[in-house]
């Protein structure tokens, strides 16, 4: 099993549209979770760290369900510009943090 | 510059060549990371380096590959003899540590090595 694995999709979706992306990840012990997005043939950039109690920036949301090891992205009103692929992130514990990717999932916003 | 700067951003070489690429991560970050892009795939783990210290290296595909950080800031990734598999985009990361305000991970634009 994948340490974090994602749908690579691609989802397709009308502008407007409601999208949700899930992630779980297999070490219980993590401690960070991140979505980056990842624009074609450019590096990730972080979109949102994801806390415990759930957390918001404008249309975006990401959720933490530790008990079941998934973290989500809801993005609402989808435009054009959020097409893009975006990567669950997963950071270990310890003195030493290491950091997981899962593949990304793909995401097109069709107008 | 203020981000992470890794050189070069395009590398063409021949099979068997070795190759070097250089990352310089934010100043003053204690934690770098070099991870292997492949076309259409997440980002890959290769190594990991707290200050010089090289904690991780367990995702080196192999003894061909080899980093190094010295003096605990710049890093070289070096790939010897390499082969087709190695094309890939080599993207370094580095973050503060130490805090939760340290835990994000800024990339650098990646080196895109294709092996021919």
């Known amino acids: 099993r994948k340490e974090v694995e994602q749908d690579p999709g691609p989802f397709n979706v009308p502008e407007g549209a409601t999208v949700a992306f899930n992630c779980t990840y297999s070490?219980?012990?993590?401690?960070?979770f991140f979505w980056y997005r990842q624009d074609c043939r450019k590096e990730p950039k972080l979109l949102m760290s994801v806390y415990s109690s759930g957390n918001e920036d404008g249309r975006f949301t990401a959720q933490l369900n530790r008990a079941s090891q998934y973290i989500s992205l809801l993005i609402r009103d989808s435009k054009l510009s959020d097409s893009a692929t975006y990567l669950c992130v997963v950071k270990g514990t310890g003195g030493y943090q290491k950091v997981t990717f899962g593949i990304g999932t793909k995401l097109q916003v069709i107008p | 510059g203020a981000g992470v700067s890794q050189s070069p951003r395009y590398k063409v070489a021949k099979r068997g060549q070795d190759v070097a690429l250089r990352c310089d991560p934010i100043?003053?970050?204690?934690?770098l990371f070099w991870y292997q892009q492949a076309l259409g795939q997440g980002p890959e783990f290769l190594t990991y380096f707290q200050n010089e210290a090289q904690l991780d290296k367990s995702g080196l595909p192999s003894d061909r590959f080899f980093a190094e950080r010295p003096e605990g800031s710049v890093s070289t990734l070096k790939i010897q003899r390499t082969q087709q598999e190695d094309s890939a985009v080599y993207l370094c990361a580095s973050s503060l540590a130490g805090s939760p305000r340290g835990n994000t991970i800024y990339f650098g634009e990646g080196s895109w090595l294709t092996v021919v």
């Open positions: 100043s003053g970050h204690v934690s």
């Open positions: 070490n219980s012990a993590s401690q960070s």
